[in-house]
Each structure stands twice: as structure tokens, then as C-alpha cells.
């Protein structure tokens, strides 16, 4: 059984959406647009949620408008194809106008997300959290969430106390209380771990 706690909604690879923190603000990257599929306005999109299925009946989304605010957009229909998903926007009628949407990124609002089961996170819900290590029965303040790295096996916490950075597994028996909404994640480490990973 797996004793590490599960990321979700992540870009395959481990990249994130590079998008301005403005423009995402409130919104969740779901797909980000390969290139025109078709004629008749279809875009391909390479899947950015661990939820293909979320694509099946979406009726609305966001687009990123870099330098603006998103703009909502209607969704005629979508089929998943090779691994990635096709969509068909109101209004993008031609294969000039999918042109047009090339790079851009699918949003959704942040309050749509799907609902995880316990011990499962998104990253962009721990990126930001304060970090306090836990010794002796007292939490000292270790530093930010600065970001979470994918490796195949136990992802990795980046955490920065304002001059260095640590790397911390994101694993149960290190990771004593994970919560998103607090802000919060309480860690209690091997006595060497933080020297190794700094």
C-alpha cells in the first residue's frame, strides 16, 4: 500500500501551468491547447487533470487572455483522442480561429475542482502552506511551500526558510498533519533528513 499521500491535477511531467499568478487566480488549468483539429473550429488539447473524465459533459470554460482577465467560453462538445482531448468551442467555426487559440490555456473555476478522497492534495493547494517541523512535542515555523516536485515514487516538498531550500518527502510517516484550508503542514523528520536535502 502506498503510505505517501497523493498529488493531483498536475501537468503530466511535473510542469505547471506557466501562467501569470494573476491570471490564475481563482482558476485551475484543466488542459492547455496543442493545435487546430479539423476543420471546423475543434482544438486539440493536451490534459492537465488527473480527471479525463471531467471533460465528458462540460458545458463552460475559461480561457487564459494573457494580460487579461479569463474569458468564458461555451463548449459545444468534447471526445477524448490518443490521450488527449478535443474540444469544440461556441464560436470557433474554422481552422483559422483554433489557430488563434493555439498555447492557450483550458480553465475552470477553482470551485469546480473535483472532490479527492482523504490523503489526497492538490498541488496548487499546498504550494503557499507554512511549514512547522514538530520536536520534542513543540512545532518550530520551517518556512513556505515553494513547490511540489513529481518523482515517480514519493513527491517531494520544496520548502524555503527565506535563505535556503529543503526537500522534504511527501510521505506519510514524515508529513504528521496536512491542511490545505489551515495553511498548514506539520512535519516530524528524521533527525539527519533536513541536513541531506538541503
Not at 487572455?65 to 463548449?75: L, Q, Y
Not at 516538498?157 to 510521505?171: F, N, R, T, Y
Request: net charge negative.
Amino acid at each position: 500500500m502506498d503510505s505517501s499521500p497523493a498529488l493531483c491535477n498536475r501537468a503530466k511531467g511535473g510542469a505547471t501551468p506557466a501562467l501569470a499568478q494573476s491570471e490564475l487566480q481563482g482558476f485551475i488549468a484543466i488542459a492547455t491547447i496543442v493545435r487546430p483539429q479539423g476543420r471546423r473550429g475543434e482544438v486539440l488539447a493536451e490534459i492537465l487533470t488527473d480527471f479525463p473524465s471531467r471533460f465528458t459533459g462540460l458545458q463552460h470554460a475559461f480561457l487564459n487572455d494573457p494580460g487579461s482577465i479569463p474569458r468564458e467560453v461555451k463548449i459545444e462538445r468534447t471526445w477524448l483522442h490518443k490521450g488527449k482531448v478535443v474540444l469544440k468551442f461556441g464560436g470557433v467555426d474554422s481552422i483559422d480561429d483554433a489557430e488563434g487559440l493555439r498555447g492557450r490555456y483550458v480553465l475552470v473555476r477553482e470551485e469546480e475542482k473535483v472532490a479527492l478522497p482523504a490523503h489526497q492534495y492538490y498541488w496548487f493547494d499546498l504550494k503557499g502552506c507554512q511549514v512547522e517541523i514538530l520536536r520534542e512535542g513543540t512545532r518550530h515555523r520551517l518556512g513556505v511551500v515553494t513547490d511540489v516536485e513529481p518523482t515517480g515514487g514519493v513527491d517531494l516538498l520544496h520548502i524555503s526558510d527565506g535563505s535556503e531550500e529543503i526537500l522534504v518527502p511527501l510521505a506519510e510517516d514524515i508529513c504528521k498533519v496536512i491542511d490545505p484550508e489551515a495553511r498548514l503542514i506539520v512535519i516530524d523528520p528524521p533527525e539527519d533528513l533536513l541536513d541531506l536535502n538541503r
